[in-house]
């Protein structure tokens, strides 16, 4: 099992609608819009280190494991995320 953490929780600043959630990346300049579950999946990791199952149970089923694997791959490939 792979754990997930924000790479750095101080330089991610979100925002959250209805229909997604925008992500600025502080050490990059990026803004990053992920829908909704993705993005609550995301948030999750503020509170410290998660699994992919974890978050997708979390995001209230709005996101399968396989999709948000992969988000979190992007996003590890852009800095935002890394695996703890």
Not at 35 to 40: F, L, T
Request: hydrophobic share 45%; aromatic share 4%.
């Amino acid at each position: 099992m792979t754990l997930w953490r924000l790479r750095d929780p101080s330089s991610l600043h979100a925002r959250s609608w209805e229909d997604g959630v925008v992500v600025f990346h502080a050490p990059s300049g990026d803004t990053h819009l992920l829908e909704p579950a993705a993005g609550k999946a995301l948030l999750l990791l503020r509170d410290g280190p998660g699994d992919v199952a974890a978050m997708a149970r979390a995001s209230g089923g709005g996101a399968d494991a396989a999709h948000l694997e992969r988000l979190l791959a992007e996003l590890e490939d852009l800095g935002v995320v890394e695996r703890a």
